[in-house]
């Protein structure tokens, strides 16, 4: 799936109740699709992936098109994000790079997020160290299930994402030391705008 569109909500952590009670309006929604009527018609077959905050209060909520209609799925959810949770950041995210992680197919209940900007005349070095480098890396570590990476439509444009096995996945020896690289050391000064945060599913 190659874009998703993301909810940030700031100051709030929604419980599971409130992420089953999402996920009921879009598959009534894509019932009433069959009849060609309804707010969120064209939402289709939409999935939803919820993460709250471990340390401050938000929610990341990823809602996933339907394949078959994504530009009109996307549309119907961000109408949908737009009526349900007008307080609500939403942005579309464009899927760059995803790899399997070393612990692929084990649950993964912890999600680490980097947001970031980058100055331009380092986003080729940047780009280039994520691609070759940080992200294969840090897929590698034991624990890791899944990486990927995101181009965002506002800022901060680049958002990259872990889902961990165990929490302790991030801090363990060999992430800090794919971290601790030379390229690393030169890539990390560059940064604006960055975000880093640690989430728990929301089920």
């Excluded at 030391?177 to 640690?198: E, G, L, Q």
Aim: proline residues 5%; neutral net charge.
């Amino acid at each position: 799936m190659t874009e998703v569109l993301l909810l940030r909500l700031r100051g709030q952590r929604l419980d599971g109740a409130a992420v089953q009670a999402l996920r009921a309006e879009i598959a009534t929604a894509s019932g009433a699709a069959q009849g060609g009527s309804g707010a969120l018609a064209g939402a289709g077959a939409a999935q939803v992936r919820a993460y709250a905050a471990v340390e401050h209060a938000e929610t990341y909520v990823y809602l996933y098109p339907d394949e078959r209609c994504v530009e009109d799925s996307l549309a119907a959810l961000r109408a949908m994000a737009t009526r349900r949770y007008p307080e609500a950041d939403a942005r579309i995210l464009r899927l760059t790079t995803d790899r399997a992680g070393a612990s692929a197919g084990l649950p993964a209940p912890w999600h680490y997020i980097v947001e970031t900007d980058v100055l331009s005349e380092a986003e080729d070095d940047f780009n280039a160290w994520y691609e070759e480098e940080h992200l294969p890396g840090l897929a590698s570590v034991p624990g890791s299930v899944r990486a990927r990476r995101y181009l965002c439509d506002a800022a901060p444009r680049y958002h990259a994402c872990y889902d961990l096995h165990t929490r302790e996945t991030f801090g363990s020896p060999p992430w800090l030391a794919v971290r601790a690289s030379a390229w690393s050391d030169r890539v990390r000064p560059s940064f604006r705008n960055t975000k880093r945060t640690m989430f728990k599913a929301v089920e």
